[in-house]
């Protein structure tokens, strides 16, 4: 099995997986095609990763987007986008503006201020994604909670991991959102963790994944926790 980059050129999935120490797991992608490339939003580029399991068409998407720190090769390493993938579905991972391998892109609006809700709104078309799930760690927040209010049509399922920006909006207004969340935090983070249960718990189609032990990254905390968790819920989607 081969991964296939957006150039044309291909490398070893294996090589991949070899990223993370102790981990070199090919097995676990080998059904897996990874691919790559850009895709141009209001006029900036920005840098994806894809994962589909082969000849198999995917249940629904996926997308992932990130802290502040991290970029779409968190997911990668974390083997996040191949667990995703091998389940059944299309998991895409982009770089956030001014981050990854988007560093040069600029973003819509300063951090920790809401951007408009039409810059996730042209990810999707640009990426065709519909009926879609959103990831949404952190800093991420202050793209998809207003992606959520103004666009929740076209989300499946909305799994934030203690975002930034959920004090930016009404209780009201989490209220009129129907759309199925897991809200997921860490016990250990002082940060976000509780802040961002307290108003996200006001969305009346919740579940709460708490992760005992884990940090703001609790992903990266307790990433087979992180993977079963969601992973279930993706499966209750239908």
Same mark, same amino acid.
């Given at each position: 099995?081969?991964?296939?980059?957006?150039?044309?050129?291909?490398?070893?999935?294996?090589?991949?997986?070899? +990223?993370?120490?102790?981990?070199?797991?090919?097995?676990?992608?080998?059904?897996?095609?990874?691919?790559?490339?850009?895709?141009?939003?209001?006029?900036?580029?920005?840098?994806?990763?894809?994962? $589909?399991?082969?000849? !198999?068409?995917?249940?629904?998407?996926? &997308? @992932?987007?990130?802290?502040? +720190?991290?970029?779409?090769?968190?997911? &990668?390493?974390? !083997? #996040?986008?191949?667990?995703?993938? *091998?389940?059944?579905? +299309?998991?895409?991972?982009?770089? @956030?503006?001014?981050?990854? +391998?988007? $560093?040069?892109?600029?973003?819509?609006?300063?951090?920790? *201020?809401?951007?408009?809700?039409?810059?996730?709104?042209?990810?999707?078309?640009?990426? !065709?994604?519909?009926?879609?799930?959103?990831?949404?760690?952190?800093?991420? %927040?202050?793209?998809?909670?207003?992606?959520?209010?103004?666009?929740?049509?076209?989300? $499946?399922?909305?799994?934030?991991?203690?975002?930034?920006? #959920?004090? /930016?909006?009404?209780?009201?207004?989490?209220?009129?959102?129907?759309?199925?969340? @897991?809200?997921?935090?860490?016990?250990?983070?002082?940060?976000? %963790? *509780?802040?961002?249960?307290?108003?996200? /718990?006001?969305?009346?189609?919740?579940?709460?994944?708490?992760? $005992?032990?884990?940090?703001?990254?609790?992903?990266?905390?307790?990433?087979?926790?992180?993977?079963?968790?969601?992973?279930?819920?993706? /499966?209750?989607?239908?």
């Amino acid at each position: 099995m081969k991964r296939i980059l957006a150039s044309g050129m291909s490398l070893p999935v294996a090589s991949e997986s070899s +990223r993370l120490p102790g981990r070199n797991h090919p097995a676990v992608m080998a059904a897996v095609q990874v691919t790559e490339g850009t895709i141009t939003v209001d006029g900036q580029t920005l840098f994806y990763r894809q994962a $589909k399991a082969a000849q !198999q068409v995917p249940r629904l998407s996926v &997308l @992932l987007l990130h802290g502040i +720190r991290f970029s779409s090769e968190t997911w &990668l390493n974390l !083997q #996040t986008l191949s667990k995703v993938a *091998e389940a059944g579905y +299309r998991a895409v991972a982009i770089d @956030l503006p001014g981050l990854g +391998r988007s $560093k040069d892109a600029t973003a819509p609006a300063p951090v920790g *201020e809401p951007a408009p809700s039409g810059f996730l709104k042209s990810v999707f078309e640009a990426l !065709q994604l519909d009926q879609a799930v959103v990831i949404s760690p952190s800093l991420s %927040g202050m793209y998809s909670l207003p992606f959520l209010f103004q666009h929740n049509g076209l989300l $499946k399922a909305y799994v934030p991991v203690a975002p930034i920006c #959920t004090d /930016k909006f009404s209780a009201s207004q989490y209220a009129s959102v129907k759309t199925p969340t @897991l809200i997921v935090y860490g016990d250990q983070d002082t940060q976000m %963790g *509780e802040v961002s249960l307290n108003n996200l /718990k006001n969305l009346p189609n919740h579940k709460v994944m708490l992760m $005992k032990g884990a940090g703001h990254a609790c992903y990266l905390d307790k990433p087979e926790e992180w993977h079963l968790g969601l992973l279930d819920f993706l /499966k209750s989607l239908g």
